[in-house]
């Protein structure tokens, strides 16, 4: 069994806790409108790794000694199109004593996500809109596996960070914030809240991929607004926002 990865990073310190190693996986069934890594969609496209999970392993530990406070994240694209080689990456993670942290869209709930959740010590899910309406304009597909993830997390008590793009014009209204920060005060898994400012730094990959920009026009988001947005989450939220 070998795993596509698209790309690896072996000190990241924005997908989790501490220094980690990070693999982005291949393939993304998601078609977010602000995604800034659309050469990650296609399962098929060239990567820069095809490798067993036991391969991959061996490649972190090169970098053990950094990763002791930090650990191993599995992200993407999405990590689970690749189930298989994805629950045997992070079997193989634990029995080497990582802590290992699984970055998804949540829009794959399955059997086997359930079963890599076993090996997942946290869990960063993104969280694109509560409005059904958008959610599926803005990825392509519903909110309903999203929600079934989450509520999942909620019910095993997995330790999770929501992540949410603030997007002017789509998510970044005072009243969709308002309804995400209350939504999710209700979890007590919840531990942490990522809001990340929209940029525009991705577009240039959309012109080398031929596939025209759907946010074409909209500005990235302003400082004052990201400040803004963690206030009014923190007047909701007893976790870290930031
Ligand atoms: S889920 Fe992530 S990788 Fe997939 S389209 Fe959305 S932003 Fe891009």
Known sequence: MTGRIHSL?????VDGPGIRFVAFFQGCPMRCAFCHNPDTWNPDAPVQYEMTPEELLAEVL??????????V????????????FLIQFLRLCHEAGL????????????????QALEHADLVLLDIKTLDDSLHKDYTGHTRQNNQAFLDYLHQIGKPTWIRHVLVPHYTDTDQRLTALAQHLSIYNNVERVELLPYHTMGTYKYQELGIPYPLEGIPALSAERHLHAIDLFRRHLHVPVV
């Open 99 to 114: 802590h290992t942290a699984l970055d998804t869209s949540g829009v794959i709930f399955s059997e086997k996500a359930r």
């Open 73 to 84: 994240t599995c992200s993407g694209g999405e990590p689970l199109m690749q189930p298989d």
């Open 62 to 71: 090169r970098y053990k000694s950094f990763l002791k406070k930090g650990g």
């Open 9 to 13: 990073e072996t000190f990241g310190t």
